[in-house]
């Protein structure tokens, strides 16, 4: 079965660049979050978007944007990184905003150097 | 304290014997999810209990939901080395989105 396909796997970065992250969701799903996991800790919840319309918002960054296209995948753009930005970073992606089961990808690993 | 922390945070067993891992949050819920994480992986899901749920099975795995003491528990049977990972539950909280707790990192020793 079909999963979550994130791109790129891996990224590194300089301080102050810009990176941007793709999201490919599971078919059908309607609803795509976003997640951060600094080295040992939890993932913490970003954005996510149903329908492309954002849906809830967390601790994301302003240097931070993000959007769902209209095929459902989802971008998440990082402007200044910072050595702080440094983690993993993942997306999942849900039918229904609510209620659902949300399924992972394998993450995107952005070391800013 | 956050949403959603797991106790305990490490837990060392030997395969075969059964691991238990508690979770325990503060607001309602819409329903509890824990996921596990191989280092440096992604999250799989391993089993969702909606809040009006009390027991959950799958295969090896039992989940408990205790909505009035705010707690939930993961009981692995029989654990083998390949259920070393790190374990979290997600609480999918009313009006919020998914809040995870920091995870017990449990290690079955052959």
């Known amino acids: 079965a079909a999963g979550v396909i994130q791109s790129p796997r891996h990224l590194i970065k300089e301080k102050r660049e810009t990176a941007t992250l793709k999201c490919y969701p599971i078919?059908?799903?309607?609803?795509v979050y976003w997640y951060q996991q600094g080295p040992g800790q939890d993932p913490q919840f970003l954005i996510s978007?149903?329908?492309?319309?954002?849906?809830d918002k967390g601790s994301i960054p302003d240097r931070f944007s993000a959007q769902q296209f209209s095929d459902y995948h989802s971008e998440l753009n990082m402007s200044s990184l910072e050595l702080g930005d440094s983690a993993l970073y993942f997306c999942?992606?849900?039918?229904?905003?609510?209620?659902?089961?949300?399924?992972f990808g394998p993450g995107t690993r952005l070391l800013v150097l | 304290s956050q949403q959603g922390e797991e106790d305990p945070q490490a837990l060392s067993i030997q395969e075969g014997e059964n691991a238990t891992m508690n979770c325990s949050y503060k607001?309602?819920?819409?329903?509890l999810q824990w996921y596990r994480q191989n280092s440096g992986r992604g999250l799989v899901h391993l089993i969702l209990i909606r809040s009006n749920e009390r027991e959950k099975h799958s295969g090896r795995l039992r989940v408990t939901l205790d909505t009035s003491k705010k707690s939930s528990s993961l009981l692995i049977t029989a654990s083998r080395a390949a259920d070393t990972a790190s374990y979290f539950c997600?609480?999918?909280?009313?009006?919020?989105?998914?809040?995870f707790g920091p995870g017990t990192r449990l290690s079955v020793l052959p």
């Open positions: 607001t309602s819920i819409n329903n």
């Open positions: 999942a992606s849900s039918l229904g905003r609510t209620m659902g089961t949300q399924y």
């Open positions: 997600a609480t999918d909280v009313i009006g919020q989105n998914f809040v």
């Open positions: 978007f149903y329908e492309k319309m954002q849906s």
């Open positions: 078919p059908r799903h309607d609803t």
